[in-house]
T-cell receptor, first 115, second 112 residues
Framework: KAGVTQTPRYLIKTRGQQVTLSCSPI?????VSWYQQTPGQGLQFLFE???????NKGNFPGRFSGRQFSNSRSEMNVSTLELGDSALYLC??????????????FGPGTRLTVL | DAKTTQPNSMESNEEEPVHLPCNHS???????IHWYRQLPSQGPEYVIH???SNVNNRMASLAIAEDRKSSTLILHRATLRDAAVYYC?????????????FGKGTKLSVIP
């Protein structure tokens, strides 16, 4: 079974631009979560989607948004990029929602550099 | 999610057992203890989880204290590939979200 895939793997943008990152979950998984990882703040939760609905959102400004499609694939968008948005963006998928028991499967991440 | 405390770093010799501790004194009765690890330049990967009893899988063992206020992840024979940051995370079994709250974790170095 293929793992979580994220595209692109690397991205360079300039301040003020916007960016869209894509995530394809493991086949059969319907829950997708996004995380931001920086050296200073570590791994921080961005948002979670299940059945095309946002179920939970972390403490990030409105410039960060996401969506999930009917095939469970997800995209996240960051508008008006700032230097501080440079980070590794990780996507994780899970089989079913709600349980604190089930594990999450992470993708390799997209490394975003904002110049 | 309740808070966990882990040492910042640990070292181990290759092929020796490693015991990674985690304190979670405010754990609630419905919290599961999860461990994830992140190898260099990769996303985190699930290692193991448990509620009350000790757990074993192909990757590691999880020893949970009787009062559940602490736990220990055991790697039976450390390899160079086990060098990673290990995160201990509490997850409410009734949580309606998959949100994982990562702390700073323990950076494990394995010495050849």
């Amino acid at each position: 079974k293929a793992g979580v895939t994220q595209t692109p793997r690397y991205l360079i943008k300039t301040r003020g631009q916007q960016v869209t990152l894509s995530c394809s979950p493991i086949s059969g998984h319907r829950s997708v979560s996004w995380y931001q990882q920086t050296p200073g703040q570590g791994l921080q939760f961005l948002f979670e989607y299940f059945s095309e609905t946002q179920r939970n959102k972390g403490n990030f400004p409105g410039r960060f948004s996401g969506r999930q499609f009917s095939n469970s694939r997800s995209e996240m968008n960051v508008s008006t990029l700032e230097l501080g948005d440079s980070a590794l963006y990780l996507c994780a998928s899970s089989f079913s929602p709600g349980s604190g028991v089930n594990e999450q499967f992470f993708g390799p991440g997209t490394r975003l550099t904002v110049l | 999610d309740a808070k966990t405390t882990q040492p910042n770093s640990m070292e181990s010799n290759e092929e020796e057992p490693v015991h990674l501790p985690c304190n979670h004194s405010t754990i609630s009765g419905t919290d599961y203890i999860h461990w994830y690890r992140q190898l260099p330049s990769q996303g985190p990967e699930y290692v193991i989880h448990g509620l009350t009893s000790n757990v074993n899988n192909r990757m590691a063992s999880l020893a949970i204290a009787e009062d559940r206020k602490s736990s220990t992840l055991i790697l039976h024979r450390a390899t160079l590939r086990d060098a990673a940051v290990y995160y201990c995370i509490l997850r409410d079994s009734g949580a309606g979200s998959y949100q994982l709250t990562f702390g700073k974790g323990t950076k494990l170095s394995v010495i050849p």
